[in-house]
């Protein structure tokens, strides 16, 4: 399967690296960072790329651009990794429906374009015959999706509740255990590389928001936006508020929550016991599905982190590989 691969930060060079060190039959036959870009039919070595970006800052030459590449280069999937703008998802919006229109798979860990246009996105999918695919939008390295599609397929999804932001998750744990300030815990977060480009969207509940559209879309097909989201962050939990819940063995930790019936989509810090499934340490994510087959199911894992990401988008691109692309 020949990939086009845009964006080169830690997320796209995560993939190249696993694709370099696996056999898994998927060739990168273009890519594009911020500033350049590079195609090769034949497939684009990894090593040299790699080794290119770290020297130069580049993957390849000024004047290739993720446009071109999108509309002209020869690949079966587009793998959509550029940071995340969720005002109006540009320029992953557009590169992610120009792939689908010439016929080419998507795959995507952008959480833009996902939240703002997936019930568009999906209908051009669906028209060309091709697939769209996320599964490293959300809780990053815990195969959400196609536990939802395929493993949990044939349930009904009555509730979903998750720790969806790890800097929040970072942030809290580290607040109750090392007594630190909010403003101390934020700046490790984001030392750590977790934290988005503006951590706002982390600690204002935001980014969960965003992941909890994705996900009751994706479910129940709702078609809610950012602003049906009632959305309270931790930017205001104080080192006393977690003493407080400490003394009674308790934590807080951000929640993002979707009900079916009746229909609620809520984030906001909650006090739960220690021995919660929802109370995961650190940067980790942790999930739980309400369903009325399999019952209830609690997942956790990484939220974040270049490999991590990588395994959700070589994930996808599998799936894609075995259902659609490979030869008998
Ligand atoms: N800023 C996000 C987080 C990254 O902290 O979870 C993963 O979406």
Redesign the pocket.
């Known amino acids: 399967m020949k990939i086009a691969l845009l964006g080169f930060g830690s997320v796209g060079q995560g993939i190249a690296r696993v694709l370099a060190e696996r056999d898994l039959g998927i060739t990168i036959t273009a890519l594009a960072d911020s500033k350049s870009g590079i195609i090769d039919p034949n497939g684009i070595s990894l090593e040299s790329v790699l080794a290119r970006k770290e020297q130069t800052g580049s993957c390849g030459k000024t004047g290739i651009t993720a446009e071109e590449i999108v509309r002209t280069a020869d690949y079966d999937a587009l793998v959509e990794v550029t940071p995340?703008n969720v005002q109006d998802g540009e320029p992953a919006l557009s590169h992610i429906r120009t792939a689908l229109a010439r016929g080419k798979h998507a795959v995507t860990s952008n959480?833009g374009p996902i939240a703002i246009a997936l019930p568009q996105l999906r209908a051009l999918a669906q028209g060309r015959g091709v697939q769209l695919r996320y599964e490293a939008?959300?809780c990053?390295a815990i195969p959400i999706f196609h536990t939802l599609e395929h493993g949990l397929g044939g349930n009904r999804f009555l509730a979903i509740r998750g720790v969806?932001?790890?800097?929040?998750?970072?942030i809290l744990s580290r607040m109750a255990a090392e007594g630190l300030t909010y403003d101390q815990a934020l700046m490790e977060?984001r030392q750590l590389g977790?934290?988005?480009a503006d951590?706002t969207?982390?600690v204002r509940g935001i980014?969960t928001a965003i992941?909890l559209v994705i996900l009751a879309n994706s479910i129940w097909g709702l078609g809610a936006r950012l602003p049906d989201v009632d959305v309270t962050g931790i930017d205001r939990v104080t080192p006393e508020a977690l003493s407080l819940a400490e003394k009674q063995d308790c934590t807080v930790r951000l929640i993002g929550e979707a009900i079916q019936e009746p229909s609620l989509l809520r984030v906001s810090p909650r006090i739960l016991s220690k021995d919660h499934p929802l109370v995961v340490y650190g940067?980790l994510?942790a999930i739980t599905l309400e369903t009325d087959l399999a019952g209830e199911l609690t997942f956790i894992g990484k939220?974040?982190g270049s490999r991590e990401?990588a395994s959700a988008v070589i994930g996808d691109l599998i799936f894609i590989r075995d259902c659609y692309v490979k030869g008998p």
């Open positions: 995340t959480k939008t959300v990053g969806m932001n790890g800097t929040c998750n970072y977060a977790y934290a988005e951590p969207y982390d980014d992941k940067t994510n939220g974040a990401t």
